[in-house]
């Protein structure tokens, strides 16, 4: 089912068969460099089944990233609810696979997640948070209009959260 739709993209919800899509990301070393470690192929389904799970409770989760041009899958973009320094918040996250990377597909996906989150779900605010070294991610959420909110510690790893506000309310 599609949930959102960009000038290039369209966000749908996962099915189990995206496993072997989605394991170009998520089990690749590079692409999950700044994760503990990349998935095995169980993982990944587990993965998916989280999102599943996330849309029945919460009408949202990673939904799975498609280039209209070519149905290509990209990789996941979506809203998720994490732990931030102790508090739930609906976060943004993205993974996208390397070859489509610096195409600005996950600043186009992040910020239709954006308006999604502030116009449908109608969320106050929306985060995004990733370990310091995690340049890449942080960039897509300034370009986004997210701005430092701040650090807090992780998996034992210092993490960098970003915020935006809803100004449309």
């Known amino acids: 089912m599609k949930i959102l739709e ?25 692409s999950m460099q700044y994760y503990t470690k990349p998935f095995h192929l169980e993982e990944v389904e587990s993965w998916i089944t989280w999102n599943l799970d996330n849309y029945k409770k919460y009408n949202h989760g990673l939904w ?23 508090e739930t918040v609906p976060e943004i996250g993205f993974h996208i696979i390397k070859d ?9 996906a992040a910020d239709a ?16 948070y990733t370990t310091l070294k995690n ?8 370009k986004i209009g997210m701005q430092i909110y701040k650090e807090f510690e ?9 915020v935006i506000y809803n100004t449309n309310e």
Do not use: H, W
């Open 113 to 128: 997640c954006k308006e999604y989150a502030f116009n449908v779900l109608k969320y106050p605010k929306v985060f995004s």
């Open 64 to 86: 799975a990233v498609i280039l209209k041009d070519g149905e290509k899958f990209l990789g996941d973009c979506g809203i998720t609810m994490q732990l931030i320094d102790k």
């Open 100 to 108: 489509y990377c610096n195409q600005g597909y996950a600043t186009e």
């Open 154 to 162: 992780k998996n034992g790893e210092k993490q960098i959260a970003q």
């Open 135 to 142: 340049i890449p991610s942080q960039k897509v959420a300034e």
């Open 6 to 30: 960009t000038k290039r993209l369209y966000l749908r919800e996962f099915v189990l068969d995206d496993k072997l899509e989605l394991s170009k990301v998520l089990s690749d070393p590079e």
